[in-house]
């Protein structure tokens, strides 16, 4: 089992930044894919990084390329989004995942296995 907690959730205005981190625990060794996605009131949950955890691989949805950076530190057992020039339409839940088995860098979250309670960003126009 794993157990995802994620942080670094709150409000901004139209233009800055926040980093959210994911810290993993229990059978880390497992993990060979993590990734945030974010589901708005009244909308689907959308697929926004991911991240092999054996090397630098990642994958952006084409909404957040150039603005977010996901990147990881395996030590810490945990990875972050970095959000720069966040927009009104970032604000959604955003959440943690991590998958075991499925290898490629897919943005479908039916490849990931756990997921963490989320972190709620608002971003004020």
């Known amino acids: 089992q794993v157990q995802l907690v994620e942080s670094g959730g709150g409000s901004v205005q139209a233009g800055g930044s926040l980093r959210l981190s994911c810290a993993a625990s229990g059978s880390t060794d497992s993990i060979n894919r993590m990734a945030w996605f974010r589901q708005a009131p009244g909308k689907e949950r959308e697929g926004v990084a991911t991240i092999r955890t054996r090397d630098i691989s990642t994958y952006y949805a084409d909404s957040v390329k150039g603005r977010f950076t996901i990147s990881r530190d395996n030590a810490k057992n945990t990875v972050y989004l970095q959000m720069d020039s966040l927009k009104p339409d970032d604000s959604a839940m955003y959440s943690c995942?991590?998958?075991?088995?499925?290898?490629?860098?897919?943005?479908?979250?039916?490849?990931?296995?756990?997921w963490g309670q989320g972190t709620k960003v608002i971003v004020s126009s």
């Open positions: 995942a991590a998958g075991i088995l499925y290898v490629g860098l897919s943005l479908d979250p039916g490849r990931y296995n756990y």
